[in-house]
């Protein structure tokens, strides 16, 4: 037994273990393969934040356990209300097959899917979908109302006046019949999983009289606790481009350098320990934050990549270079006013947002090797081929002047 | 259209009409057959209290509408946890299709078999079995957890923290279900059914778009409101021999007199209210409890047996005779401690039973034709051939010595 890597599984980035961490760490010293769990709704864009709960699978499958990547097909089209303060839309079986290939595509980034003790990939649909009306009876019959209703995110509802649907009442018993089906001995989730994870256990305890552990992971948040999300604004997508991905890590607040490290990384806690030390007497964070765009990028887009998405933002964005290649965009030569250039190369979405870039001076033009500053948005711009137009620090279009 | 039938339907028994009395009167009075059914979850002991919702589709019927007779047997077996303080006991399917048969064998009495527009009988396991878990997610997204709770019984629940189970939500869309599988006009029920019936009027218009009408018929009461019921130890229950029916008629209370002619009876409004109005006037109530127990006799025995049970009514329990026939009971001449004949012979349950009521002066024993009272539970009875031993007014044993 690993030592260090059984230390690894039960305190790095474990918030909880039910029913009790001394239970898991008894099973983990025995002489048994364990069957471990992770499932996901495979619902929506992924970002690092997603990679949390896969790492902690792989601790289990570094230790040598069967470890199991559950596809929620038929939850994902249900819609968990976990954390949602209204009602969810349901997806349709196709959007949640797209979702999963993608979701898998990166799950191999984490997980050792070269290994021979490979993970193994279900479809909760495979059994949901099997299910009578009485089954879902005698399922519910588990669980009481009032237990429900316990849920802070119910509890909220409740005050707020704002229905609760009651197929939303089912989604526990779905997750918690995966367990039941999969017959595991383990279960992973993020904390806001635990409500659902524990209805597994309470379901398998009385379906096969076996006692199932919960492991629920924390979120990924800043040290103030600020969530790592798409509507939070400070999501690292795992569909970025190396480039983007590494300035996407960059741009994050130095609040998110410990739990990143800690969480979304194989870094040592000694190391990290160290980084924080560092920080705290005065270092400057540029070369943790470098070191940790560089460790991600590669898990997503290989050496190679990461290498050369360093080097762009060195030259591009420390050393304010023009970047060795970049994106081109036809245009004829007649006029343009500044803003709609800036539309019409793509560089922005909106006329607002081009006016809003131009007032807080992010955007230049070169031509040559000149860079002209531009700060008014109705300005006349000559085109020229060969120009460049550059908006904030890592947006470039090069123009070629032709008919189109 | 006949006016008398149509406000017989309308008003006679009927507590209220959803979603209003003129948009099923407007239905009724139109040249549409109506499809209209009354869903039965056959759990138990049959009383007349259950026959009050048969006799209103009886009214449908007698109007030329399509009637349906729906047997629960998928709900059945689930329990509608309507007024019980208690999540009830599932039964088993073997239980339920016994009592179903039962069932129809009273149903027969109310509803015309005969006809060619017969009632046609269903069994709602038939596309409730059928449902899947994403069938049931579907029909519960139709529904808050607040408007369930909005539930009488389960506010009282709530209140009294006793858990509800959360199987006993689905209660009110299965029922509700019922509605659009059928497809029907109209529901007929109790008003403790009013909450489910009311969930298959929103599935209906949610599903096909048609607006069902809901008539939810009274409970059988006395004039104070107290339950026909077998808790309330006052049923009068159908599986009973024509003269214990007749008897046990005659022991309701008074105050039952008006509401089991109303709701039980085809006797006129006006000729009830003659002769409640001659009842404030004083008059002896024997003789219209005597009209009503042959009726309902009648209703479920024939005319024969109707007949029979009031000249046994008459000859022993009015007359103090002994009846022409009674049961026998084969004894060795042994003597026996009174209390123990009692218990012999079938007459009483228990010992316990046979000493309160020898205590009470209600046991007596006919030797030839003269009567001897009897109150010392444990004296020695010496045990003659043809003697006849007497409990209460109607419950007789003819002793017939003999080796057994």
Excluded at 319 to 337: F, I, R, W, Y
Aim: include cysteine; proline fraction near 3%.
């Amino acid at each position: 037994m690993d030592n260090s890597k059984l230390n690894t599984l039960l305190v790095r980035g474990t918030d909880a273990i039910y029913p009790s961490k001394s239970f898991l760490e008894q099973k983990l010293t025995g002489s048994n393969v364990l069957k471990v769990y992770l499932g996901v709704d495979p619902t929506g864009e992924l970002h690092v934040g997603h990679t949390v709960v896969l790492r902690k699978l792989r601790h289990f499958q570094d230790l040598g356990h069967k470890i199991v990547l559950l596809i929620g097909s038929f939850t994902a089209q249900i819609g968990d209300p976990t954390d949602k303060s209204q009602t969810r839309k349901q997806l349709t079986k196709d959007q949640v097959i797209d979702n999963a290939k993608n979701y898998i595509s990166y799950a191999k980034c984490i997980l050792d899917f070269d290994s021979e003790n490979r993970p193994e990939i279900v479809y909760n649909g495979d059994w949901l979908e099997k299910l009578t009306f009485k089954d879902v009876v005698e399922l519910a019959a588990h669980f009481s109302v009032q237990q429900m209703l316990e849920r802070d995110m119910f509890q909220k509802r409740l005050q707020s006046n704002l229905p609760i649907g009651l197929h939303e009442f089912m989604y526990p018993l779905m997750q918690g019949y995966d367990s039941v089906a999969l017959d595991v001995d383990v279960e992973i989730g993020g904390t806001d999983q635990t409500f659902n994870m524990l209805a597994g256990r309470k379901l398998l305890e009385q379906y096969r009289g076996k006692e199932k552990s919960v492991v629920a992971v924390p979120l990924l948040t800043d040290n103030n606790g600020k969530k790592m999300g798409k509507t939070e604004g400070n999501a690292v997508f795992l569909n970025l481009s190396p480039e983007d991905m590494y300035g996407s890590i960059m741009s994050l607040s130095d609040g998110f350098l410990e739990n990143m490290f800690v969480l979304a990384t194989d870094v040592s806690i000694e190391e990290i320990e160290q980084m924080m030390s560092d920080l705290s007497g005065g270092a400057n964070p540029m070369k943790y934050k470098k070191k940790l765009a560089y460790i991600l990028t590669k898990m997503f887009h290989g050496e190679g990549g990461a290498i050369k998405a360093q080097e762009v933002f060195e030259q591009v964005v420390q050393g304010n270079q023009l970047p060795a290649d970049m994106p081109t965009q036809v245009l004829t030569s007649e006029p343009l006013m500044l803003r709609d250039l800036l539309v019409k190369t793509g560089l922005v979405a909106s006329n607002g947002e081009a006016k809003r870039l131009i007032e807080e001076g992010a955007v230049s033009i070169f031509v040559g090797n000149e860079e002209i500053k531009k700060n008014d948005s109705k300005e006349e711009v000559e085109i020229l081929d060969g120009m460049i137009v550059k908006v904030g620090k890592r947006r470039y279009k090069k123009i070629i002047t032709g008919i189109i």
